[in-house]
């Protein structure tokens, strides 16, 4: 598996707090952020540049065949530090101070990696798609990637490592989001131990996906030579009902949008860069009942901190941590008299609304929801669905 990461880095805490609207939920997003980010805890706005960053270090425990890294940062002056940085964390990487904006620099950019056996590329415009899992947990996924190429010959095969929540909500006209995004009408078609194989309606050519190489390349050939391309949902493909395509939806989440996910909300919550992260000083109370802001604060029966009397940054349980943190924690201080509290995943919240955070929609209602898409009535089901959505309360 290749990394390829083409990427502009902008001057700024935020794109929600930039009021970039790239997609349709921008401003629920960036309403979002201002109240999970505007408090002085763990949360808290960090630079761009930084989160930028924080993303390239949780790629660096995937082990891959090749790196690119693309960049250009709209402050100059931070440039020559991203490049230096980039080159100590990848030594081997092929990086390049310019990235692409259009279907050609695409193509070019493209035809630097090794065409041999049309590799699977890790396709990442997006900067701020986080790794949470070990090199381990992509091989099984990669495998059933590639026995879908011979269950289903004819089929283009991707492979979706973000936003887990919506898309395991997504595959049948029982879940609460069938058809939510784009009428696009998913079924599940198989199963293995680690995925579901998910056929889609439409070409969801998503940049949170894993492609193949030739694929992307007949992605981004005969587009408009003037138009803007930054990523695949620009092209004139996108959406589109006569490109096959099968859709490999792991059983565990990969990555996670910094920002967190509009649809959900809470659960699975946004990320944060935990104090001392860039020195391997990382410190942990696990199971405290007070809030001690120089340290990451961890209790599965605790309140989030952006909620009024929070006590705690991640209700989890400590072996759930992001894998790319572990070995830059030194010091982790347990409350062993909460720490020998029997709990399980399944009498959790956050491991509930992980799964599903639409688990309060009965199953009438989401058939009723499936029919109303179907029936063009889009707008509408959607609006009632995102009344089952977590909203925050002060």
């Known amino acids: 598996m290749i990394l390829f990461f083409d990427t502009f880095i902008i001057n700024s805490q935020s794109m929600a707090d930039r009021g970039f609207?790239?997609?349709?939920?921008?401003k629920k997003r960036s309403k979002l952020s201002k109240i999970l980010r505007g408090k002085n805890n763990n949360?808290?706005?960090?630079?761009?540049?930084?989160?930028?960053?924080?993303?390239?270090?949780?790629?660096?425990?995937i082990i891959w065949d090749e790196i690119i890294i693309r960049f250009e940062c709209e402050d100059n002056s931070q440039t020559k530090d991203f490049f230096c940085f980039c080159k100590n964390l990848f030594p081997d990487a092929f990086i390049e101070n310019a990235r692409s904006n259009s279907a050609k620099k695409y193509i070019n950019a493209l035809k630097i990696i090794k065409n041999q056996n049309?590799?699977?590329?890790?396709?990442s415009p997006n900067n701020d798609q986080v790794n949470l899992v070990s090199n381990n947990e992509y091989i099984p996924v990669i495998k059933d990637a590639e026995l879908a190429e011979k269950k289903f010959p004819g089929y283009n095969v991707s492979i979706l490592y973000s936003h887990y929540p919506e898309a395991i909500n997504s595959y049948s006209i029982n879940k609460s989001l069938w058809?939510?995004?784009?009428?696009?009408f998913q079924k599940k078609i198989y199963e293995t131990k680690n995925t579901f194989f998910v056929l889609n309606s439409r070409l969801m050519c998503d940049s949170i996906k894993i492609f193949r190489l030739n694929f992307l390349l007949n992605l981004f050939e005969n587009q408009d030579e003037k138009k803007k391309i930054i990523r695949p949902e620009d092209t004139n493909n996108y959406l589109s009902n006569k490109i096959k395509e099968i859709q490999i939806v792991p059983k565990i989440e990969l990555c996670r949008h910094y920002d967190g996910y509009p649809l959900s909300f809470i659960d699975?919550?946004?990320?944060?860069?935990?104090?001392g992260f860039f020195q391997s000083k990382i410190k942990i109370k696990y199971m405290f009942d007070e809030y001690d802001k120089d340290f990451v604060n961890i209790n599965p029966t605790g309140k989030y901190i952006f909620f009024n009397k929070g006590n705690c940054d991640l209700t989890i349980f400590l072996d759930d941590i992001p894998f790319f943190w572990k070995d830059r924690i030194n010091n982790i201080i347990s409350n062993q008299r909460n720490h020998m509290i029997s709990l399980s995943k399944n009498e959790l919240v956050y491991y509930k609304n992980l799964v599903n955070?639409?688990?309060?929609?009965?199953?009438?209602?989401?058939?009723?929801?499936?029919?109303?898409r179907l029936l063009k009535l889009t707008r509408f089901a959607n609006k009632i669905c995102d009344l089952f959505t977590v909203n925050l309360k002060y």
């Open 21 to 26: 609207n790239h997609d349709r939920f921008s």
């Open 43 to 61: 949360y808290k706005y960090q630079e761009k540049i930084d989160i930028v960053k924080y993303t390239l270090i949780s790629y660096s425990k």
């Open 118 to 123: 049309n590799p699977w590329i890790f396709f």
């Open 179 to 184: 058809g939510y995004y784009g009428r696009n």
């Open 268 to 275: 699975p919550p946004p990320l944060f860069i935990p104090p």
């Open 357 to 372: 955070p639409w688990n309060k929609i009965p199953l009438f209602i989401n058939l009723i929801l499936s029919l109303m």
